[in-house]
């Protein structure tokens, strides 16, 4: 339990690389991810074009993929794309992914349930600093609502240009193309939203509904429809299943850590809204501060350079106390959520 509640605070925190983010793949690509263990990952995908003049409106090609991650670094899924390869576009499926030093594997047995046909990816990206390059290869046993078996390749690059920007593209083709079949592409910026578990691309492609089938080829639907590419962003939601439970579990048991010592509280300072309330406190030598933790996340008290021995882990309605013996200026921080910062004086 520990170790999942570390990989969730993992991804609420400012570390999207560490958690699976947009920073991964590119849109039309699944990559090899998969959602940490007890989070359900919802991810809007929304692409549009307009119409000319006079009658100017905005068509939209929506997928909605809602996964969950369980543990063994598998995740099960839903991908719903109201104007895909036909209309309401079910896709199910699961991915298994293992991480091999720089590589990353994944098996993604799915079936498409509106064109009843089984479908499958098997991904793999390679890691090198800023770079990321990916491929996959496809099956589906009912390609596009005929009965024929046929099989699909894929590859795409991302290269961060920071923590929280990074650029994209990839295409996908089938293997074997007839004749009007137009290989699918995708091209954009990738971004983590700062101080968020929030990503975010802003792209283009030629692609309306994105499931295995959807994402192998041009669109021709989008292809009749108009000669410029769609336009779009993807928005993903991680939410942590551990959030909600105060809805099942009442409010949590206040837990005391830390060692009082008989020392007397001098400041109180709340951990609330992934902030301390009261950054800079002081307090004279000799005397405790008490840190409460009054937001649904953990939190942890932790000093810079290693002036003091830090917290554990803080969890929801938990307390922490520490006694200062030194006069000094202590600046402290909380780890999962860096941006979260605050001083203790000693007189
Ligand atoms: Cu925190």
Redesign the pocket.
């Known amino acids: 339990m520990k170790r999942v509640s570390l990989a969730l605070l993992a991804l609420a925190?400012a570390a999207p690389l560490h958690a699976q983010s947009l920073l991964d793949r590119s849109p039309n690509m699944g990559g090899t991810w998969v959602p940490d263990a007890g989070v359900v990952q919802f991810n809007f995908l929304h692409r549009f074009y307009v119409t000319p003049r006079p009658n100017s409106g905005v068509i939209n090609y929506p997928t909605f993929t809602l996964a969950v991650g369980v543990p063994a670094h598998v995740g099960l899924g839903m991908r719903y794309a109201t104007k895909g390869t036909a209309a309401n576009e079910t896709e199910i499926y699961a991915r298994w992914r293992r991480q091999i030093g720089p590589w990353a594997i994944s098996a993604t047995p799915a079936y498409n349930i509106t064109l009843r046909s089984a479908d499958g990816e098997v991904g793999m990206d390679w890691t090198s600093g800023a770079l990321t390059l990916l491929g996959a290869v496809r099956g589906m046993s009912h390609a596009f609502g005929e009965d024929r078996a046929r099989a699909a390749a894929a590859g795409g690059a991302v290269v961060r240009l920071n923590s929280y920007v990074a650029i994209t593209g990839g295409f996908a083709s089938m293997l074997g193309t007839d004749p009007g079949e137009d290989p699918a592409w995708s091209a954009g910026l990738l971004f983590v939203i700062p101080g968020s578990p929030h990503t975010f691309s802003l792209h283009a492609s030629n692609v309306g509904g994105n499931t295995i089938q959807g994402s192998s080829r041009a669109d021709p639907f989008v292809k009749l429809a108009t000669t410029k590419p769609l336009y779009g962003f993807e928005f993903t939601i991680p939410l942590h299943l551990k959030r909600f439970s105060p809805w099942f579990h009442g409010s949590p048991k206040p837990v005391a850590l830390g060692a009082p010592a008989g020392a007397a509280i001098a400041a109180e300072v709340a951990?609330a809204a992934?902030k301390f309330a009261g950054e800079t406190v002081t307090i004279s030598a000799g005397q405790a501060v008490r840190w409460t933790n009054r937001?649904p996340?953990?939190?942890?008290v932790t000093f810079d350079g290693a002036a003091e021995p830090g917290s554990p882990v803080i969890p929801p309605n938990g307390r922490y106390v520490h006694r200062f013996d030194k006069p000094g200026t202590y600046t402290y921080h909380?780890?999962?959520?860096p941006f979260?910062k605050g001083v203790v004086v000693v007189k």
Do not use: Y
């Open positions: 925190g951990m992934v937001d996340v953990e939190h942890t909380c780890t999962p959520h979260m």
